[in-house]
């Protein structure tokens, strides 16, 4: 199985902050990682696939990078509405695994 | 508008079973691949199985492999997961998921979510 790796576990952050969330898998995965935000008692929402590529309706301060082992999730400017726990899942290989999740809260 | 409504939750006693249903709407059902994905209280997300659109082809996490059973009718839109054997540790929030493919296979993505249901292993 593919091992994925966030960092940080959690991050206090202010309205405004520029937000850089990372993701580390085990094995190359060919940029088949996806990001997902999950706010409490909610179903996961989809935020970025094929590592870079912003999903309808997502707004355009969410963006993604990185290839092989290596992504980067980035908040340009964080907005009340965007403190929540975030998720990053390799879909390369069966099972599909998901990091363990980066909580960003309210400074 | 995709929506994707779990129902079948409960408490349940370690060794019983519990069949979870996901009533499917807003896309062609049968064109596109399915998932379960649970939530432990508290913990991370973690992929459970998967079915093909047509039902042909199915994949199970080693954890749940042998005691849990995906299908799905396509002529009502719903999903199911049959739990048998169930054990403390299958406590969590079960989600049923869309995938972007008919098929289950590397870059088969999970698009859309329901809203989950609980499901409680305890004695």
């Given at each position: 199985d593919i091992q994925m790796t966030q960092s940080p576990s959690s991050l206090s952050a202010s309205v405004g902050d520029r937000v850089t969330i990372t993701c580390r898998a085990s094995?190359?995965?060919?940029?088949?990682l996806a990001w997902y935000q999950q706010k409490p008692g909610k179903a996961p929402k989809l935020l970025?696939?094929?590592?870079?590529r912003l999903e309808s309706g997502v707004p355009s301060r969410f963006s993604g990078s990185g290839s092989g082992t290596d992504y980067t999730l980035t908040i340009s400017s964080l907005q009340p509405e965007d403190f929540a726990t975030y998720y990053c899942q390799q879909y390369y290989s069966t099972p599909q695994t998901f990091g363990q999740g980066t909580k960003v809260e309210i400074k | 508008e995709v929506q994707l409504v779990e129902s079948g939750g409960g408490l349940v006693q370690p060794g019983g079973s519990l069949r979870l249903s996901c009533a499917a709407s807003g896309?062609?059902?049968?064109s596109y691949a399915m998932s379960w994905v649970r939530q432990a209280p508290g913990k991370g997300l973690e992929w459970v199985s998967a079915i093909s659109g047509s039902g042909g082809s199915t994949y199970y996490a080693d954890s749940v492999k042998g005691r849990f059973t995906i299908s799905r009718d396509n002529s009502k839109n719903t999903l199911y997961l049959q739990m048998n054997?169930?054990?403390?540790?299958?406590t969590a929030v079960y989600y049923c998921a869309k995938t972007n493919r008919w098929a289950w296979s590397g870059k088969t993505l999970i698009d859309y979510w329901g809203q989950g249901t609980l499901v409680t292993v305890s004695s």
């Open positions: 094995q190359g995965i060919s940029n088949s970025l696939y094929a590592a870079s | 896309f062609t059902f049968s054997s169930l054990r403390a540790e299958d």
